[in-house]
């Protein structure tokens, strides 16, 4: 099947993972439930580049990985701030009321999909009717955004200290936090735990593995009876060790950042062939691994007509274009001729 540019999970896995995947298979009999040495050294490894002694925990996705995480910070009548355009908010189906058995997701529509600290107090505040309305209890924020966005580390500090000025708990919805951590360079301390992240989900699949996000508890009192959760939820891998070799190998050798920039770097270059054309207008910057364009509809069905895949992700003319680790030069530019000569000839 040719590349395409609908998901950043269109792309399978990268050769260091699979070949850590055989190499873990090969070792045969290994006991389960992550009681082996491929879990423990890719707990570590987590601990030592995010520089604190986190509690860690594998589950199968990253819907999971929020809900859980974010049943762990809440009670049934509690509220969970989030932009509108967010994965909890938008593509999660409820679990994260479903698993919090009712905590309620309050959104703002602030720019760029990012949160302001101004949006926070606002919805935050909404809470002193008292029993009448839910309690706001965590701030959850994406990183990089639903637009491919990213909030700098200051930006995060801003946020966070305003959720704590309301008592709240701060969840990040990582799921392409290698992306954010490629543009941004700063260490993935500073843009977590140090600028007041409590628990991260860590995505591992859009960065080139096959299953299972990692939740990183940086307050590791929050983590408490977390594994009873996971398995409850049937979140709890029996042969972990097929999940977590692939983990270590991601990790070892700074795998994650290359796959993270080389992605980046392909919307970066897809961007700058597309944004001058006629009818297309980028959305928002391209600061992670997604193009977000308006294309006016006869473009996007000429595309589609000569086999591109892509969604139409705002309105009629608002598309995501979303690159992979192993988007290749040649596809970005296959496909940028391709929108370029449909712009062109209208
Ligand atoms: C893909 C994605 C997830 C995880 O989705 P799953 O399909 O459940 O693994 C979470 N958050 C964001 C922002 C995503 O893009």
């Given at each position: 099947m040719p590349q395409q540019f609908?998901?950043?999970?269109n792309a399978g896995i990268c050769p260091e993972a699979l070949a850590a995947l055989t190499r873990a298979n090969a070792e045969g009999h290994v006991p389960g439930y992550g009681d082996d040495e491929w879990t423990q050294k890719a707990c570590a490894r987590l601990r030592e580049l995010f520089e604190t002694d986190a509690q860690v925990f594998f589950v199968f996705n990253g819907t999971a990985a929020n809900a859980l995480a974010l049943a762990q910070l809440c009670q049934p009548y509690h509220a969970v701030i989030a932009h509108a355009f967010s994965h909890v908010e938008?593509?999660?189906?409820g679990a994260p009321a479903l698993f919090s058995g009712g905590a309620k997701i309050v959104t703002a529509d602030t720019a760029l999909a990012k949160l302001t600290p101004q949006a926070v107090d606002a919805l935050a505040k909404?809470?002193?009717?008292?029993?009448?309305h839910v309690k706001a209890r965590a701030l959850s924020i994406t990183q990089?955004?639903?637009?491919?966005t990213v909030y700098t580390p200051s930006e995060v500090g801003a946020l966070t200290e305003m959720a704590r000025r309301h008592g709240l708990k701060v969840h990040m919805d990582g799921a392409r936090f290698a992306n954010a951590l490629a543009t941004l360079q700063c260490s993935p301390a500073d843009l977590s735990w140090r600028a007041g992240v409590d628990v991260l989900c860590l995505g591992g699949v859009k960065n080139g593995l096959a299953v299972g996000e990692a939740v990183l508890f940086f307050?590791?009192?929050?983590?408490?009876?977390f594994e009873w959760r996971v398995k409850q939820a049937g979140h709890?891998?029996?042969?972990m060790r097929l999940v977590t070799a692939p983990w270590l190998a991601l990790l070892e050798g700074d795998v994650w950042l290359s796959n993270a920039r080389h992605a980046n770097a392909m919307a970066r270059r897809l961007s700058e062939r597309i944004?001058?054309?006629?009818g297309v207008r980028l959305l928002?910057?391209?600061?992670?691994?997604g193009v977000f364009v308006e294309l006016p509809p006869a473009v996007q069905a000429a595309l589609r007509e000569k086999g591109w895949r892509f969604y139409t992700f705002l309105g009629e003319t608002g598309c995501r274009l979303m690159c992979a680790w192993d988007t290749t030069p040649e596809t970005v530019d296959r496909f940028a001729a391709d929108i370029a000569a449909t712009a062109m000839s209208r």
């Open positions: 609908a998901s950043d999970n938008e593509d999660e189906a909404k809470g002193r009717r008292g029993v009448h990089a955004t639903e637009l491919g307050a590791c009192e929050l983590a408490a009876e709890l891998n029996s042969k944004t001058n054309l006629p928002a910057p391209v600061q992670a691994n």
